[in-house]
């Protein structure tokens, strides 16, 4: 505006000092004034024109909502917090060497309640290379205390990469392979296929049992551990090692407390398979567990699961232990009764030469067997049964219930000296 403004100061100047006649001097005055006009009215407009926004440099943080989990993403790093919290009331008979009943809110069964943090970084735009990275930790909700004493974190402590290319790698703290892909048939409310993420099982009752078989030297998840994963079309392989457990150096000892695995599955869509293998050693001496399973979408409202796991571990004294086990389920979604779901499980261990703890009950699969004196046959065997009504996909409450029953020398700590013992509970969960 200076700059126009300048030339006609000027030639308003220079028309002052021109001699001209008195009408002459009027017009160009007039015409000076209508100038003069206009340029208030283009500066007046210039000034009440909304100011054009610059653009920004770098991407503002942006907060979302994507249920269940709540997402903030900046640039190219995306942070996920998200938990579940499963409240059950529940009853057994036999909850006591006096076959006393039992009857209270009790550490959830269907979901182990959690509270996570999911991170994710792009390292490369082109071809999706990024940086990943879990933590989660596991509370009991009756009580607020932490599922393991002392340990923040013990569900997952863990980073890695992951891209198209050469799948996911991560280093840390983490499921088992063998549970990542045998959940999707070693009980009734799996996924049905394999992903690259973790699998889950349900939490706290007999009906979870068989998780131990997908276990290894440190439990069913591993400690100091890489674990890969690839998906390849329907197609998905792992391979994992635990080191020695204990999340640093054992001088002379590589062997120790070390758990190796690798699994394959097909994604088959209507049907899907998958089989594991893992070898663990455990206080000097060899575990193994091969497992084979899968599941079949009969009807839009019918699925059927079922497997076999193959279980020998060395013992001390009393030779190897081989177990047995057969699994099968039905879940039904009719759609007569919409966001329903009912589920009806079985399996069986047949377990030989099976050592005993000093307690007097049967070791678990995943025990020291070290210390083992006495051993002996047995079968354990279990019902389980639970139906859910689902409100959105955040929200269900769901019931459920539990027999066991052991035969021959099989002892099991969950039926306090009995030979069989009967649960039943009621819940309600929600995921944000």
């Given at each position: 505006?200076?700059?126009?403004?300048?030339?006609?100061?000027?030639?308003?100047?220079?028309?002052?000092?021109?001699?001209?006649?008195?009408?002459?001097?009027?017009?160009?005055?007039?015409?000076?004034?209508?100038?003069?006009?206009?340029?208030?009215?283009?500066?007046?407009?210039?000034?009440?024109?909304?100011?054009?926004?610059?653009?920004?440099?770098?991407?503002?943080?942006?907060?979302?909502?994507?249920?269940?989990?709540?997402?903030?993403?900046?640039?190219?790093?995306?942070?996920?917090?998200?938990?579940?919290?499963?409240?059950?009331?529940?009853?057994?008979?036999?909850?006591?060497?006096?076959?006393?009943?039992?009857?209270?809110?009790?550490?959830?069964?269907?979901?182990?309640?959690?509270?996570?943090?999911?991170?994710?970084?792009?390292?490369?735009?082109?071809?999706?290379?990024?940086?990943?990275?879990?933590?989660?930790?596991?509370?009991?909700?009756?009580?607020?205390?932490?599922?393991?004493?002392?340990?923040?974190?013990?569900?997952?402590?863990?980073?890695?990469?992951?891209?198209?290319?050469?799948?996911?790698?991560?280093?840390?703290?983490?499921?088992?392979?063998?549970?990542?892909?045998?959940?999707?048939?070693?009980?009734?409310?799996?996924?049905?296929?394999?992903?690259?993420?973790?699998?889950?099982?349900?939490?706290?009752?007999q009906m979870q049992y068989l998780i131990n078989y997908a276990g290894g030297a440190n439990g069913t998840r591993y400690n100091s551990a890489v674990v890969w994963k690839k998906k390849t079309?329907?197609?998905?392989?792992?391979?994992?090692?635990?080191?020695?457990?204990?999340?640093?150096?054992?001088p002379g000892d590589i062997g120790t407390g070390t758990t190796s695995a690798g699994a394959v599955a097909y994604n088959g869509g209507q049907w899907n398979v998958n089989g594991t293998f893992?070898?663990a050693n455990i206080a000097g001496l060899t575990h193994q567990v091969f497992g084979f399973g899968g599941n079949l979408q009969v009807t839009p409202e019918v699925l059927v699961r079922g497997?076999?796991?193959?279980?020998?571990?060395?013992?001390?004294?009393?030779?190897?232990?081989?177990?047995?086990?057969?699994?099968?389920?039905?879940?039904?979604?009719?759609?007569?009764?919409?966001?329903?779901?009912?589920?009806?499980?079985?399996?069986?261990?047949?377990?030989?030469?099976?050592?005993?703890?000093?307690?007097?009950?049967?070791?678990?699969?995943?025990?020291?067997?070290?210390?083992?004196?006495?051993?002996?046959?047995?079968?354990?065997?279990?019902?389980?049964?639970?139906?859910?009504?689902?409100?959105?996909?955040?929200?269900?409450?769901?019931?459920?219930?539990?027999?066991?029953?052991?035969?021959?020398?099989?002892?099991?700590?969950?039926?306090?000296?009995?030979?069989?013992?009967?649960?039943?509970?009621?819940?309600?969960?929600?995921?944000?």
């Amino acid at each position: 505006m200076k700059h126009f403004l300048t030339p006609l100061a000027i030639a308003i100047g220079l028309a002052a000092t021109i001699p001209a006649r008195a009408d002459d001097v009027a017009d160009l005055k007039a015409q000076i004034q209508i100038l003069s006009d206009r340029l208030s009215n283009i500066e007046k407009e210039r000034s009440q024109a909304k100011p054009v926004e610059a653009k920004a440099t770098e991407p503002r943080p942006v907060t979302i909502a994507y249920p269940p989990s709540m997402q903030l993403i900046s640039g190219n790093t995306t942070v996920s917090i998200y938990g579940i919290l499963d409240a059950t009331f529940a009853t057994q008979n036999h909850a006591d060497a006096a076959g006393n009943r039992g009857t209270a809110p009790v550490v959830s069964w269907m979901s182990g309640n959690r509270f996570g943090i999911d991170a994710s970084h792009v390292l490369n735009p082109t071809t999706g290379v990024k940086v990943i990275g879990r933590l989660e930790n596991e509370f009991e909700l009756p009580t607020g205390n932490l599922d393991t004493n002392n340990v923040l974190f013990n569900r997952d402590a863990w980073v890695g990469v992951q891209g198209d290319d050469f799948g996911k790698i991560t280093f840390g703290r983490q499921n088992t392979l063998p549970r990542d892909f045998a959940q999707t048939w070693g009980e009734a409310f799996g996924s049905r296929e394999v992903s690259l993420d973790e699998g889950g099982w349900n939490n706290n009752n007999q009906m979870q049992y068989l998780i131990n078989y997908a276990g290894g030297a440190n439990g069913t998840r591993y400690n100091s551990a890489v674990v890969w994963k690839k998906k390849t079309g329907q197609w998905v392989t792992g391979l994992a090692h635990q080191f020695n457990g204990g999340g640093g150096y054992v001088p002379g000892d590589i062997g120790t407390g070390t758990t190796s695995a690798g699994a394959v599955a097909y994604n088959g869509g209507q049907w899907n398979v998958n089989g594991t293998f893992s070898r663990a050693n455990i206080a000097g001496l060899t575990h193994q567990v091969f497992g084979f399973g899968g599941n079949l979408q009969v009807t839009p409202e019918v699925l059927v699961r079922g497997g076999y796991f193959n279980n020998s571990a060395d013992q001390a004294v009393v030779g190897k232990r081989k177990d047995n086990v057969f699994t099968a389920s039905l879940t039904l979604t009719p759609t007569a009764i919409p966001n329903t779901q009912f589920d009806i499980g079985y399996y069986n261990v047949s377990a030989k030469n099976a050592g005993y703890a000093a307690s007097g009950n049967t070791l678990g699969v995943n025990a020291d067997t070290s210390a083992v004196a006495t051993a002996a046959d047995g079968k354990l065997s279990t019902l389980y049964a639970a139906a859910f009504y689902r409100w959105d996909r955040q929200t269900d409450v769901y019931v459920a219930m539990d027999t066991v029953r052991t035969t021959g020398g099989f002892h099991l700590g969950f039926t306090n000296g009995f030979s069989s013992a009967t649960e039943f509970g009621a819940g309600l969960r929600f995921k944000f």
